[in-house]
């Protein structure tokens, strides 16, 4: 929790980030730290995070016709989810998921 607080008040005085991102960046990670205390203990940690990256790609492929936004949106999530996510890769797990609906 502290250390959650301490990135959002970081992100508060980045300039680079614009509002709607700084927003959508803390209630993503808000939203993480909610769904990790609720869940088990026993559930794994990769589990809710594909999860949620399945969640965030379908919400990207469903709503947003514009194909490069679409892929800026995909890149802006690659880079939330971690320094070595790429694009193709969230493709890739998306696509080889069972519940996407294209």
């Given at each position: 929790m502290i250390k959650f607080g301490n990135e959002a008040l970081n992100l508060g005085y980045a300039t680079e980030i614009e509002l709607p991102e700084l927003s959508l960046v803390?209630?993503?990670k808000s939203n993480y730290i909610t769904e990790l205390l609720a869940i088990s203990t026993e559930v794994?940690?990769?589990v809710l995070q594909?999860?949620?990256l399945v969640k965030s790609v379908r919400e990207i492929e469903l709503t947003v016709e514009d194909?490069?936004?679409?892929l800026l949106k995909m890149h802006?999530?690659?880079?939330r989810?971690?320094?070595?996510m790429t694009v193709?890769?969230?493709e890739a797990i998306y696509f080889s998921c069972d519940s996407h609906p294209l």
């Open positions: 803390v209630k993503e794994d940690q990769e594909y999860n949620r194909p490069g936004l679409r802006n999530l690659a880079k989810a971690g320094e070595k193709n890769l969230l």
